[in-house]
């Protein structure tokens, strides 16, 4: 759980469609993009969304280039295998597994706002082209590309996600029996640990753990993927810090975590969740510093 992303790292390089019944033609070279011997030319309609592109209420505008030839369209919490290019509006390609020459393989809650949307659009061997504006891509940060960013996406294929793990009855606040710190974090011990000492924020630990928002969503856990999980102390969001050091090995508890104390209301890294988070928490293995 990094202090800047969850656990599992996020990509931040990053329905057969209604309304659409045959495939666009085929884009022609922007003749003024001046690329490198390496980059892919950009399409001539790079600059904006053409008059029969379809755009969502979000502002996602979108059009399909090749049909597909899959039935099922992914969720967000699925994982995705795509091809992809994306340019400027200015015609200059930034990112492309295409040019690579490997598909790229992620969850579609990890990803910027509007890919999570628009991959969702899709089905197998479907290509898009979407016009992603600021707000649903890097918001204009620094170091990221700015503006409306043009993606042509190829989907590969879909993994459907595990079932989740239900949420606990108390996911929405910690019942008044729960142990408040000063911070505010609050928790309860649900199975006593058979260790004596506790981790330091320089340790590592290795841990199984499910995490929830307050509206009861699994948003990441250890326990579906079957894999521990092991990082230091000191890299992870303030209430694990501080929470984990409360624990011995074997030791099970459930952590109510404030915004403050996690990702904040509004998370810096596409796919954190936002808000107040609940985590059960197993400690399996303390290594000191």
């Given at each position: ?15 057969a469609l209604s ?185 590592t630990v290795e841990v199984h ?81």
């Open positions: 759980m990094c202090a800047h992303s969850v656990l599992v790292p996020l990509l931040v390089g990053l329905l309304g659409c019944d045959r495939a666009a033609d085929a884009p022609k070279p922007l003749a003024t993009a001046k690329a490198k011997p390496t980059d892919l030319p950009a399409p001539s309609d790079v600059a904006a969304p053409p008059p029969d592109a379809v755009t969502t209420k979000s502002g996602l505008s979108y059009k399909v280039l090749t049909l597909g030839t899959g039935g099922e369209h992914p969720v967000a919490e699925d994982r995705v295998e795509v091809h992809y290019t994306g340019w400027t509006t200015d015609g200059k390609m930034f990112d492309s597994s295409v040019v690579r020459g490997n598909t790229t393989k992620f969850k579609l809650t990890q990803v910027i706002k509007g890919w999570t949307e628009g991959v969702q659009l899709m089905t197998v061997g479907e290509k898009t082209r979407f016009w992603i504006p600021s707000e649903l891509a890097y918001a204009d940060k620094q170091g990221k590309p700015a503006g409306m960013l043009v993606f042509d996406v190829e989907l590969k294929g879909i993994q459907a996600a595990p079932k989740p793990i239900l949420a606990p009855d108390d996911v929405a606040a910690a019942p008044r029996h729960a142990t408040k710190t000063a911070s505010g974090l609050a928790y309860m011990v649900l199975t006593p640990g058979t260790g004596k000492v506790h981790p330091k924020a320089s340790d753990y499910t995490g929830w928002s307050i509206d009861g969503k699994m948003f990441d856990s250890s326990v579906v993927r079957k894999k521990t999980a092991s990082f230091p102390l000191n890299g992870v969001i303030k209430g694990w810090t501080e929470g984990v050091q409360l624990m011995v090995e074997g030791e099970k508890t459930r952590f109510w975590i404030p915004a403050d104390l996690a990702y904040g209301d509004t998370p810096m890294k596409p796919g954190a969740p936002s808000g107040n988070l609940t985590f059960d928490i197993e400690l399996h293995t303390i290594q000191a510093e």
